[in-house]
């Protein structure tokens, strides 16, 4: 496995490297806030939960109040910490409820691409595309690759593409990534009308 350079701060990348629910928590939070700020939340979340490695259980029964606060406690871990805290519950008890608790068993026990897409796509906060950007971010920087993964990733697993997260490995590709969605935003701002 390459090292990861997501969170862009050495213990929370490592710590995405070895937690899936961190892993999956994060792409969570990546919406209207910086990457490597979402990224970054699981880890920060550990840290005031004060554990090592995240828990779907301990997580979904956190009382929801409390568990806002920890997202909310400056410098808060989202720009919508209420908002992101419920949504990250509501991830942990479908992991709870769906794969008793063991994140991993989505893509480990995924009959090929479609099946994971399937999977994902049914998971609080995960549309199409967050979807399709988790399958090429393990493809691509964790070797879980199913049969089709590239398929069901669409545009986002396409070999050598600079889209997402999926393909940030340094600090030349983040750029080209942010220079990408910015392109992106301006586009989608020229179309409406």
Not at 47 to 72: C, H, S, W
Not at 133 to 150: N, S
Request: net charge neutral.
């Amino acid at each position: 496995m390459t090292k990861l350079w997501l969170a862009q701060e050495p213990a929370a990348d490592e710590m995405l490297r070895h937690d899936p629910l961190a892993l999956i928590t994060a792409m969570l939070l990546d919406q209207q806030i910086p990457l490597e700020k979402a990224f970054v939340g699981p880890y920060r979340l550990a840290e005031r939960m004060g554990v090592q490695r995240l828990d779907a259980a301990q997580i979904a029964d956190y009382d929801p109040a409390a568990f806002a606060e920890l997202y909310a406690t400056p410098l808060a871990i989202h720009r919508f910490p209420g908002s992101m805290a419920e949504r990250t519950q509501k991830l942990a008890r479908a992991i709870v409820d769906e794969y008793d608790g063991d994140v991993a068993t989505i893509w480990t026990g995924a009959k090929d691409g479609k099946d994971l897409f399937k999977r994902l796509s049914a998971l609080p906060g995960f549309g199409k595309m967050k979807a399709q950007i988790f399958i090429a971010l393990l493809g691509k920087q964790f070797d879980v690759r199913p049969e089709g993964w590239r398929e069901a990733a669409g545009v986002y697993g396409e070999e050598g593409s600079l889209r997402s997260v999926a393909d940030i490995r340094d600090a030349a590709s983040l750029a080209k990534v942010r220079e990408f969605k910015k392109q992106m935003k301006a586009d989608a701002k020229a179309a409406k009308p």
